[in-house]
Each structure stands twice: as structure tokens, then as C-alpha cells.
Nanobody
Framework: QVRLVESGGGSVQAGGSLRLSCVAS????????MGWFRQAPGKEREGVGF????????IYADSVKGRFTISRDNTKNTMYLQMNGLESEDTAMYYC??????????????????WGQGTQVTVSS
């Protein structure tokens, strides 16, 4: 059973930075893609970005392009989300997710089967 555990959330002032981590375990063959999603109170879960675990190609939502960077360390089974230039609109619970099916790599939450428990990011202005 694939298990994903996020960490690194916290409170930061606008303009600040945070780095989230997502450690994956419990599999013999890892996910083909892993993504970051976020959900603010009263809003739907939205895709922030995702990474192809083999090639390292990344795709981002327009709202975070140029500010957020996704990377991975396959030796540590870990994906990262470096968030710079944080804005109050970035306040949300952040989740990592994974899918074994490369054809389902996308910014759509319902394309992912494995999910972490989330880590809260709060940005104050």
C-alpha cells in the first residue's frame, strides 16, 4: 500500500518562502507521477503542479508559475515543493498525490489514487 506523508507547512508572511516535502513508501514500483494539490476552506481542491518521476518534467498551474518549483529525489523517495513569493491567496491545506498510470498525470485531483494527509500553509499579509 503506497503511503504519502507531507511535511514542511507552517505560517509565513507574504513574500516569504516555504518548502514542502512528500515522502512515499510502501511500494515496489513507485508512482509514475506525483503532484501537489491545495484546498482552501470553501473551495475545491486544485492542482498546483506535478512531476514525472522518471524524467523529472514538471507542469504547473498558471497561478504558481514562476513562484513554485517541484523537484524530486528518487533516492529518498521524496518530492518537494519550493514555494517562493508566497501570497495570502496561497493559504490552503497542501496535499501530495501519486498515480501509477502515466496517462493520468495531470492537474486534476480525480486522476490521482494515492494521497497524503495534508500540511497547512498559512500566508499572512
Amino acid at each position: 500500500q503506497v503511503r504519502l506523508v507531507e511535511s514542511g507547512g507552517g505560517s509565513v508572511q507574504a513574500g516569504g518562502s516555504l518548502r514542502l516535502s512528500c515522502v512515499a513508501s510502501g511500494y515496489s514500483v513507485g508512482p509514475n507521477c506525483m503532484g501537489w494539490f491545495r484546498q482552501a476552506p470553501g473551495k475545491e481542491r486544485e492542482g498546483v503542479g506535478f512531476i514525472y518521476m522518471n524524467g523529472g518534467t514538471t507542469i504547473y498551474a498558471d497561478s504558481v508559475k514562476g513562484r513554485f518549483t517541484i523537484s524530486r529525489d528518487n533516492t529518498k523517495n521524496t518530492m518537494y515543493l519550493q514555494m517562493n513569493g508566497l501570497e495570502s491567496e496561497d493559504t490552503a491545506m497542501y496535499y501530495c498525490a501519486g498515480t501509477m498510470h502515466i496517462g493520468r498525470c495531470s492537474l486534476l485531483a480525480n486522476h490521482y489514487y494515492y494521497w497524503g494527509q495534508g500540511t497547512q500553509v498559512t500566508v499572512s499579509s
